[in-house]
Nanobody
Framework: QVQLVESGGGLVQSGGSLRLSCVAS????????MGWFRQAPGKEREFVSA????????NYANSVKGRFTISRDNAKNTAYLQMNSLKPEDTAVYYC???????????????WGQGTQVTVSS
């Protein structure tokens, strides 16, 4: 079992930046696929980004490509989502997610964090 805890959300102006962190505990962090989803009020939860255990593979939703960067530090059991050039439409609860499957897309998580709120003002 893996437990995931997100942090780093907050309020930021349009064009600003935030970095989300996700700390994993329990089962070994290495060899997991990690990723991020988000959900805005009244909308479906949508995929944002994913990264393979060895960082050889990354994937981004078209809506965030070129603005967001996913990374991980296996020694610290932590994954990150660097969000730049934020837009009001990025406002959502962001969820960290993980599985122990091979690097296969689409990313289908088995474990979820509790979520962290990101609000981008115009």
């Amino acid at each position: 079992q893996v437990q995931l805890v997100e942090s780093g959300g907050g309020l930021v102006q349009s064009g600003g930046s935030l970095r989300l962190s996700c700390v994993a505990s329990g089962r070994t962090f290495s060899r997991t696929t990690m990723g991020w989803f988000r959900q805005a009020p009244g909308k479906e939860r949508e995929f944002v980004s994913a990264i393979s255990w060895n960082t050889d593979g990354t994937n981004y939703a078209n809506s965030v490509k070129g603005r967001f960067t996913i990374s991980r530090d296996n020694a610290k059991n932590t994954a990150y989502l660097q969000m730049n050039s934020l837009k009001p439409e990025d406002t959502a609860v962001y969820y960290c997610a993980a599985n122990y499957q091979a690097w296969v897309l689409p990313f289908r998580p088995d474990y979820w964090g509790q979520g962290t709120q990101v609000t981008v003002s115009s």
